[in-house]
């Protein structure tokens, strides 16, 4: 099960980068336009594509990398 999860991980940041890719060339390619209407709806497109790519960065590093606190290391009562 635990390299199931891995393997979606993987997958959400593969997909994730592409797409990054991909909204920073519409994001580069919305700045030739000629057309002030299509260039605001494609500069707001491609900012959306790569903030939803971001989100899935940061999704998979916090799956990756959790952070413990020092609670949850030593959760024994010393008692």
Do not use: Q, W
């Not at 991980?9 to 209407?37: E, H, Q, R």
């Not at 491609?46 to 790519?53: G, H, T």
């Amino acid at each position: 099960m635990k390299t199931l999860v891995r393997i979606k991980n993987i997958i959400v940041l593969l997909l994730s980068l592409f797409f990054l890719v991909f909204g920073i060339d519409i994001l580069v390619s919305s700045f030739k336009m000629a057309n002030p209407l299509e260039f605001v709806m494609t500069l707001f497109s491609a900012s959306f594509i790569i903030l939803f790519c971001i989100v899935g960065i940061l999704y998979v590093f916090f799956r990756f990398f959790p952070k413990k606190s020092t609670d949850e290391i030593d959760h024994v009562d010393t008692k």
